[in-house]
């Protein structure tokens, strides 16, 4: 049975649909041959919602094009438990990470700074992406619109490691 090892809450503004999950090295990090962010956004729309490449993940949202969401990352130690009768869609995916620490950005390159330690280098990574709604609309005044739908991300290796506890 798999165990949680982290769990990391956090938040992002959504800008123009989309957020990204990136790896510290950014395109630094990425293998010869990995498709570049640029392909992958190109590729990116509600029917392909989330979608994968070396040191980024992208992740398009169906609610609204300018909101706050809420995003937790999990590492896990292997496959989680499947609980997909409490998201309206999940995606998984490999997600290769050359410096193993991730961060939720916004599209224009905003993050709250909170990183995800996935405790190995330069390895491939299993990624399960779920969304539902969130706890409810609510519309601050001048600011984005909040609540309206929750993502998370659950890693795991995609083959054991010793350096993973």
Not at 38 to 52: G, I, M, Q, V
Request: aromatic share 10%; hydrophobic share 35%.
């Amino acid at each position: 049975m798999s165990h949680l090892i982290e769990r990391l809450p956090d938040t992002v503004t959504v800008w123009s649909f989309n957020f990204m999950i990136m790896d510290l090295d950014g395109a630094n990090g990425q293998p010869e041959g990995a498709e570049d962010l640029w392909e992958l956004s190109d590729r990116a729309n509600p029917t392909d919602w989330f979608l994968t490449t070396a040191n980024v993940a992208i992740v398009t949202s169906q609610a609204n094009s300018w909101h706050v969401i809420d995003v937790t990352l999990e590492l896990w130690d292997g496959r989680p438990p499947a609980d997909d009768d409490q998201w309206t869609r999940s995606e998984t995916a490999e997600l290769y990470s050359s410096s193993g620490k991730l961060q939720v950005i916004g599209v224009h390159g905003h993050s709250s700074g909170n990183l995800i330690d996935l405790r190995d280098q330069a390895r491939s990574w299993f990624v399960r992406a779920s969304v539902r709604p969130g706890p409810g609309a609510r519309y601050p005044r001048e600011r984005p619109p909040e609540g309206l739908e929750a993502y998370r991300l659950q890693f795991w290796p995609t083959q054991p490691s010793p350096s993973v506890p």
